[in-house]
């Protein structure tokens, strides 16, 4: 299988509405990081029992370092062990940062940790457990063997 750079487009696409959904729903629409940081919580609820937490954390901290390609100064975050999802670094890394940039940031680290999910456990396992965490939120099937859209 050959594997873009990036996640598929529709994976972005998603991926942006989850991170608007939840600092919509959070009554922080002009904070992506609060939007993530919720996104990252719902994300680890759903996946750690089947994944486990350490495997949540490697996935997610993968899907970081590939978005920072994009994104240099997400290389600044890191993810701590313990917890559900502590992120630490977030502020230093977008504290001088456009806001729409920040929002692009975290939705590449959303649609990579999500196209990672559907490569290691598939799709259909892999995006039923997502899209369990948002069913309101709209989400197109994506074949991992296509290759990616952007």
Partial sequence: MV???????RLSDFA??????????????DE????????????HVKLAPL?????????????LRLAARDFPFLTGVSISSNGDCALSGLP???DT???GEV?????????HFIWLLVIFIGENLGLRKVHE???EVPLDRVNPSSGAGK
Avoid at 51 to 63: C, E, K, M, W
């Fill in 3 to 9: 594997m873009s750079q990036h996640p598929p487009e």
């Fill in 16 to 29: 942006r509405r989850v991170l608007r959904h939840e600092a919509e729903s959070a009554g922080h629409a």
């Fill in 32 to 43: 992506p990081v609060a939007g993530f940081e919720r996104v990252c919580r719902a994300l």
């Fill in 51 to 63: 994944i486990s937490s350490a495997g949540y954390h490697t996935v997610l901290a993968r899907a």
């Fill in 92 to 94: 230093a890394a977008f």
């Fill in 97 to 99: 940062r456009d806001p």
């Fill in 103 to 111: 929002a692009n940031a975290l939705a590449a680290a959303l649609a």
């Fill in 133 to 135: 965490a948002w069913p």
